[in-house]
């Protein structure tokens, strides 16, 4: 009888410690991009980004002229405002600089500015195949909008994914329709949502491009969003804190008094309240966003990347969330 009660608080001791055990041992794991192209290319592999010449649907006319609200490309690519270099050349140099300065071995084509799948299908799948036909470039990054992935071009990517890497950037940003309205995108949530399941269910490595710090988003606002995500099936996500940029109408907003940024806190409690419901092994492909410094008009905090990301990481740890 004795024997039975020591054995029976043994079994007990030995579950409350299993289980203190999973109560403080991370129940969530991220991914950094570079971490997760580490595994899986065995070395450094960093992306070069590539311009186009293309534009997009509310800036030649298919929707609108004047761009989304915060939108100036030259913000992260002073070269999209010249006729674009052929591809080769700007892979070239995009390749030759990665190597000196992170010793990358391989390279993914980033097909970054302005709508990539904006055009007809020959002549960015030609692009497409071009940039992969360099040596040392192992899989494409290609930056879309919710509205220009048809069937058609999903269908290409899908394709291509056959034989190499391909992630698909879909520009989300928000999955609140009045924010949506109030940046001037010309999609809504639903749209988004089933461009994400469609290049999902295609085979495509699927990436959500988010902006936080939105006016009358809050962390519970941030925190739906991700549950949306997760619940598109995302592979990975990419964060940009909401900036005000020379030459854009946010820009004159702020100008005017009419629009002030959420301060490094605000942005870091909604980044983690996004990456939180994300599932485990999601992809975060960036964790703030990126301003030539000579636009950038507010907010100064975004300029220091490392505290921001810090601080991010610091409130995901105590929601027992790594990022690795
Ligand atoms: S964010 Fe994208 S869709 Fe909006 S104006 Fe800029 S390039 Fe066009």
Known sequence: MLHNLHSATANLSRCIAARIRLTMSPMKTLMRFNTWLRERFGCRAQRVALHTGLSCPVRDGTLATGGCIYCNNLAFNRGAAEPPLPLAVQLREGMSAARRRYKAQQFIAYFQTYTATHGPIAAVSAQWEEALAQPGVVGLAVGARPDTLPPPVVEFLARLAERTMVWIEIGVQSTHDNSLQWMER?????????????C????????AHMILGLPGENTSAARDSGARLAEAGIHGVKLHHLHAVRGTKLGELYLASRWLPVTAGEYADQAAAL?????????VLRLSGDCLPELLLAPEWGTDKQQVEQMIVDRLSAASVTLR
């Open 186 to 198: 010309g999609h809504d949530w639903p749209a988004a949502r089933q461009a994400l399941r469609n």
């Open 200 to 207: 999902r269910d295609a085979g495509l490595l699927v990436a």
């Open 275 to 283: 990456l939180g419901e994300l599932a485990d092994g999601t992809v």
